[in-house]
């Protein structure tokens, strides 16, 4: 196409329109969101209950509504405090079994604990967890042992 075609439009298919979901959808995919299902889970029950068939359904489309209406609604967004409290509940005191998981982090605050950032750029989220028996077995010789570790 050259920019001397004024007027003449040469285009082979129309761009897709945007999939919405209808008003009964978004009141199913509400009460499902407060079961808290992923949003792939809620895609198959709305397809069997519908009968709409899954490539009807973009998982995209699932996704982007029940987070925002989760966000929202539900106030979803906060478990990052459960976290911390879970964190700081088991901070490294000394005084743990030998099989009993205590957490660790680079960073600590002026009252010695440990800053637990909610996993952006600026506040990273970076904290361990193992046991006194795990530590005992690292100053072992390295041969006397095997340790797997898996990170993801």
Known sequence: VSVYEYGLHKIKHWPAKKKKLNSSQNMFYREIAELHLR???IRHV???NFGTPLHDLSEKVVQNYVNHYSRTYLENHDRVDDLRNW???RDFTGNE???QPFTFAWNMDSGGK????DGSDQRSFVVGTTT????????QPPDS???HMDAT
Do not use: E, S, T, Y
């Open 132 to 139: 006194k028996g795990l530590v005992m077995q690292v100053l």
């Open 145 to 147: 042992f095997i340790q």
């Open 46 to 48: 709305v397809g069997r």
């Open 87 to 89: 964190i700081h509940a």
């Open 39 to 41: 949003p792939m889970q």
């Open 114 to 117: 440990l800053i637990v950032g």
């Open 97 to 99: 079994a030998k099989d």
